[in-house]
T-cell receptor, first 115, second 111 residues
Framework: DTAVSQTPKYLVTQMGNDKSIKCEQN?????MYWYKQDSKKFLKIMFS???????INETVPNRFSPKSPDKAHLNLHINSLELGDSAVYFC??????????????FGPGTRLTVL | DAKTTQPTSMDCAEGRAANLPCNHSTISGNEYVYWYRQIHSQGPQYIIH?????ETNEMASLIITEDRKSSTLILPHATLRDTAVYYCIVRVAWSNYQLIWGAGTKLIIKP
């Protein structure tokens, strides 16, 4: 069974559109994350979220918003897409209080291309 | 989080031990050293982490110097499938502080 899954794997869209990327984890973890990996391959945290708090990287535009319908899901909504949003987006999860210090499990990524 | 510095790239022969260094000279006493890797086009994968003692698991060994200012990740018998970018990260465990990723080391395993 896939631990962290994302859909879609590829997303091609026009500038100005609104899109969502879905993420689900079946590990029973209490914290989920969204990362952006740009063309230079740097991974940057966008959000971390558990049922108690949402932490937002202050550099993330407010066009990006996480939505968590339940503990196993953290979706990423993007409004008014821009060319610079093209990147690979990774979802991850961890168990904050786990004995191993909260190792993060990553999904396979969603490659977003904005035309 | 403390910053880390790693070589940009390294080569290793298949079947040999791959030793990946990482400098973290400003590490704090409560910060752990984590290693992740990212195989091409896949999500990052956790490898190992440690505080001050050396650690070993089924994937690798982590050697941390006594002053904790540097560490080495050892893949004991590298295979072609170990070709990936390896990231060394320091952070406080059990905190909500996010991982801050550097550029990592591109490890190429050669037949």
């Amino acid at each position: 069974d896939t631990a962290v899954s994302q859909t879609p794997k590829y997303l091609v869209t026009q500038m100005g559109n609104d899109k969502s990327i879905k993420c689900e984890q079946n590990l029973g973890h209490d914290t989920m994350y969204w990362y952006k990996q740009d063309s230079k391959k740097f991974l940057k945290i966008m959000f971390s979220y558990n049922n108690k708090e949402l932490i937002i990287n202050e550099t993330v535009p407010n066009r990006f918003s996480p939505k968590s319908p339940d503990k196993a899901h953290l979706n990423l909504h993007i409004n008014s897409l821009e060319l610079g949003d093209s990147a690979v987006y990774f979802c991850a999860s961890s168990q904050r209080d786990s004995w191993n210090g909260g190792e993060q499990f990553f999904g396979p990524g969603t490659r977003l291309t904005v035309l | 989080d403390a910053k880390t510095t790693q070589p940009t790239s390294m080569d290793c022969a298949e079947g040999r031990a791959a030793n990946l260094p990482c400098n973290h000279s400003t590490i704090s006493g409560n910060e752990y050293v984590y290693w992740y890797r990212q195989i091409h086009s896949q999500g990052p994968q956790y490898i190992i982490h440690g505080l001050k003692n050396n650690e070993t698991n089924e994937m690798a060994s982590l050697i941390i110097t006594e002053d904790r200012k540097s560490s080495t990740l050892i893949l004991p018998h590298a295979t072609l499938r170990d070709t990936a970018v390896y990231y060394c990260i320091v952070r406080v465990a059990w905190s909500n502080y996010q991982l801050i990723w550097g550029a990592g080391t591109k490890l190429i395993i050669k037949p």
